[in-house]
């Protein structure tokens, strides 16, 4: 069984730095694409960000220059630095990835998602 778990969000003024961490656990083969997602209140959730396994990133246009997506194989691990923080930012924040468990997939995952709130 595949899990996926976030960590780091929470509370920043405007113009402040985060950074989330999403660990992938269980029985895991081989990871393909994972991406970062965010959903405001009312709104659609939306790409963020996206690292394929060879390291190609790819990001929305409000947030290129600000948000660095990156990855951690060894670990299992995806991250996201996000600085110049803005108050439309603002969202729950959800990891994806396409991961092969043994044997099977790829299968599509997501975490629990995190809240980023930015506000004074």
């Known amino acids: 069984q595949v899990q996926l778990v976030e960590s780091g969000g929470g509370l920043v003024q405007p113009g402040g730095s985060l950074r989330l961490s999403c660990s992938a656990s269980?029985?895991?083969?081989?990871?393909?694409?994972m991406g970062w997602y965010r959903q405001a209140p009312g709104k659609r959730r939306d790409v963020v960000a996206l690292i394929t396994s060879a390291e190609t990133t790819d990001y929305a246009d409000s947030v290129k220059g600000r948000f660095t997506i990156s990855r951690d194989n060894a670990k299992n691990t995806l991250y996201l630095e996000m600085n110049r923080l803005k108050p439309e930012d603002t969202a729950v924040y959800y990891c994806n990835a396409e991961i092969a468990p043994t044997g099977l997939g790829p299968f599509d995952y997501w975490g629990q998602g995190t809240q980023v709130t930015v506000s004074s």
């Open positions: 269980g029985s895991i083969f081989r990871i393909y694409t």
